[in-house]
């Protein structure tokens, strides 16, 4: 590939990258369901209640629970999603990382995205901040090779 112009490098380079994008696009729209990891990531980013859709019951002083419990719906939206007046407010991001082991960074900027669109739970949210990564790094591996 060293007898290859530069003007066709980038042609072969963003050709690829739209492939990529395209197949990317794909697999997301048709996701149907969500991993508890996934759930887990909006509710550390936007939950005010609590770090966990149930409570503790290993910890100290805490009652033990049923698993089997329902959960009502409307409990699980306000824990995947940011309520109207808690947009941008970061400070229950920070006390549910203080209780985790993930850099914040993500959740931080996830709870950004998902601050736009209040009470609106949507998988492009998490996608748009994997889209954007995808693209940089694959321009990043290209500018170092």
């Not at 490098?9 to 697999?27: D, G, K, R, S, V």
């Not at 940011?82 to 991001?93: D, L, M």
């Not at 739970?121 to 090779?145: D, E, Y």
Request: charged fraction near 15%.
């Amino acid at each position: 590939m060293n007898n290859l112009k530069p003007k066709t490098l980038f042609i072969f380079f963003f050709m690829l990258l739209f492939l990529q994008l395209a197949l990317l696009l794909f697999y997301m729209y048709n996701k149907a369901s969500y991993t508890p990891d996934e759930i887990l990531s909006y509710g550390l980013s936007n939950s005010t209640k609590s770090l966990f859709l149930y409570p503790h019951p290993w910890k100290r002083n805490q009652k033990s629970t049923n698993f089997n419990d329902w959960i009502p719906g409307r409990t699980i939206e306000e824990y995947v999603t940011v309520q109207e007046n808690e947009r941008f407010s970061y400070k229950n991001t920070w006390q549910n990382q203080e209780q985790d082991t993930h850099p914040p960074l993500y959740y931080l900027i996830l709870h950004t995205i998902c601050s736009f669109f209040p009470e609106t739970f949507s998988k492009w949210q998490g996608f748009s901040i994997n889209i954007l990564c995808f693209v940089l790094t694959q321009i990043l591996l290209f500018t170092i090779g």
